[in-house]
């Protein structure tokens, strides 16, 4: 078989186009191909398919093609440009290539699985491409996706906040529970920012959502009320995120007392910060007969930790009238309990109660979204070199959006 038929078939050239040239450069371990249409073709406009012939060519391009064994290989072509009655003159597509890229259909669907699998940098590395071109092929892709994906409803969604390094720099992400994607990602935790996803649907949409799932947080909690039609049956606050309140004030609980009673000459409570953070089943075997002691040394925090765990079992009925029930004894305990910490978290509770106990009825969570998080924790971390924000929206919607992300051969 001779060089050009070779190339031509395994590069995927189909007619009318045809390889003209092939050369190899040994030194800079590339080979450049070069091809041409045959002559007396007319060409579809791409707008709206009407046959016409040449009107002229563009300059000459080039692209980055998959590698031909090590060697890095190139095609190069001048596309023709037809003047459509219509359209005007534009240039015809070619089967290998998306407009303005600079890299083949099979180098770019390439790239995507390594950029899936890899880091920008090793991504590039790997590939042979710079930093930048790396990044341009995962933020085509995403765009690619984007402009595919049709606003489907998500019945089941969850809102969170993730926060970017230190200060007070928040992405809010929205989450589709059932399919585990990132669906809308908005700069800060705002109120507004949550208004930016509702107003992509139309209130036909809104309604159709069955749960939201998220933290308190007022911002949110008035752009869900404002925008999702019944949604106070709707709202159920993060389970997940409701205990972090109680372990967080039963830590308060421990600290204010260790402090006291180390002013008593009494380290009880020194390096125990961690026992107390786990729930019953959690703890480790072998600090059990330890904790066992501990609990009855009658300490405020073994006290705390108690309401804590007793709150818990709030998540395990089926019935809401004894949820209800339990709440209450929970609460009057907890309001008795002359812990500050404790006392304010449980305030918390019974003002948001309603959306609380909804969880019975639709049991979501963020736990799903929490895996999501451990992804986008990873990305967070790949993300050194990410310049900006923008970049870090990118990668998430990348490695979590749910996108179609390939472009495809024809
Ligand atoms: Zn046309």
Known sequence: MEVKE????????????????????????????????DEEVRWPCPECGQLLSVY???????????????????LHARIPRVKCPVHG????????????????????????????????????RLLRVSWDEAWNLMERAVRRGQKRKSRRVVKKMGVDEKSLGKGHNYLTLVYDLEEATVEYIA????????????????????????????????????????????????????????????????DRVRKQ??????????????????????SQENLPPEKRSFFTWLKKKRLKTARAWAIKESFRELWDYRSLAWAIKHFESWYAWAIRSRLNPIKQVARMFRKYLRNILTYLKHRITNAVSEGLNSTIQTIKKMACGFRNREHFKIAI??????????????
């Not at 070619?94 to 390594?114: G, K, M, N, P």
Request: net charge negative; with cysteine.
């Open 187 to 250: 700069d800060d935790r705002r109120k507004e920012s949550l208004d930016g996803y509702f107003s992509l649907l139309s209130l036909a949409q809104r309604k159709e959502i069955e749960a939201i799932v998220t933290d308190i947080w007022d911002p949110y909690l008035a752009s869900i009320r404002e925008h999702v039609p019944g949604a106070e049956d709707k709202l159920v606050f993060d389970r997940y995120h409701l205990m972090r309140h109680l372990v967080e004030a039963v």
């Open 6 to 37: 070779l190339y031509r078939q395994i590069l995927g050239i189909e007619k009318p186009w045809r390889v003209s040239q092939v050369e190899l450069d040994i030194r800079a371990e590339r080979i450049d191909v070069k091809v041409v249409h």
């Open 89 to 124: 003159v534009r240039q015809v597509k070619v089967s290998w290539a998306e407009a303005h890229s600079r890299f083949t259909v099979l180098f770019e669907r390439l790239a995507i699985a390594v950029l899936r699998e890899a880091n920008i940098e090793g991504a590039a």
């Open 257 to 278: 007392e260790h402090r006291e009673l180390k002013k008593e000459g009494l380290e009880v409570l020194a390096g125990t910060k961690y026992l107390w953070l786990y």
């Open 56 to 74: 002229d060519h563009a300059p000459e391009r080039v692209w980055r093609h998959l590698d031909t064994c090590q060697f890095k290989t190139y």
């Open 397 to 410: 919607y990348f490695h979590c959006g749910g996108l179609d992300l390939y472009p495809v051969t024809h």
